[in-house]
T-cell receptor, first 116, second 115 residues
Framework: DVKVTQSSRYLVKRTGEKVFLECVQDMDHENMFWYRQDPGLGLRLIYFSYDVKMKEKGDIPEGYSVSREKKERFSLILESASTNQTSMYLC????WGAGPSTDTQYFGPGTRLTVL | AQTVTQSQPEMSVQEAETVTLSCTYDTSESDYYLFWYKQPPSRQMILVIRQEAYKQQNATENRFSVNFQKAAKSFSLKISDSQLGDAAMYFCAYRSEDSGYALNFGKGTSLLVTP
């Protein structure tokens, strides 16, 4: 089974702090994604990566950066956390290629981040 | 940019009954993929069903089936013989050949299953 893990289920930080959210997948997937989930807004794509050291902006990249130094690990960084970044953050991964087996995204359990 | 619309924020169904969740999307592309994802209260999102736009036949996975109407840009999910474990948030998602592997999600429908 594909396993995507996230470093914390719950996190509380203060405004202005630098925050790291870690995501690790164990299935050698090329693609990794960070989404933000807010009630009434669904999931919105922050950043994604197709390979090590590669990154692409999603729909809402402002205030975030990412790092992918190893294939299995994709980090989301909040350089200076703000209260409007309080949210649920979901990481996902998927393999490279086309077709049913490679099209599915596998999600982690999420990190509930509160910025005070 | 493609938009995915789920017009039902909440739905309710009785156990053993059938429920249909609606999804419409807006696109000018001809090759794309549509998905329904389920997010139970534990928060781990899982894929329910997948449909390729070039296939006319509606996808089916056990009690879950879709009604894909390409011309109308509609992609509804039917859950038959509903079970308590079907209670969850359901998200409709879209991916095009040109947009790579990123998914575009709707806002979700919360499904309540009553005994």
């Amino acid at each position: 089974d594909v396993k995507v893990t996230q470093s914390s289920r719950y996190l509380v930080k203060r405004t202005g702090e630098k925050v790291f959210l870690e995501c690790v997948q164990d299935m050698d997937h090329e693609n990794m994604f960070w989404y933000r989930q807010d009630p009434g807004l669904g999931l919105r794509l922050i950043y994604f990566s197709y390979d090590v050291k590669m990154k692409e902006k999603g729909d809402i990249p402002e205030g975030y950066s990412v790092s992918r130094e190893k294939k299995e690990r994709f980090s989301l960084i909040l350089e200076s956390a703000s209260t409007n970044q309080t949210s649920m953050y979901l990481c996902a991964s998927s393999p490279w290629g086309a077709g049913p087996s490679t099209d599915t995204q596998y999600f982690g359990p999420g990190t509930r981040l509160t910025v005070l | 940019a493609q938009t995915v619309t789920q017009s039902q924020p909440e739905m309710s169904v009785q156990e053993a009954e059938t429920v249909t969740l609606s999804c419409t999307y807006d696109t000018s592309e001809s090759d794309y993929y549509l998905f329904w994802y389920k997010q139970p209260p534990s928060r781990q999102m899982i894929l329910v069903i997948r449909q390729e736009a070039y296939k006319q036949q509606n996808a089916t996975e056990n009690r879950f089936s879709v009604n894909f109407q390409k011309a109308a840009k509609s992609f509804s999910l039917k859950i038959s013989d509903s079970q308590l474990g079907d209670a969850a948030m359901y998200f409709c998602a879209y991916r095009s050949e040109d947009s790579g592997y990123a998914l575009n999600f709707g806002k979700g429908t919360s499904l309540l299953v009553t005994p």
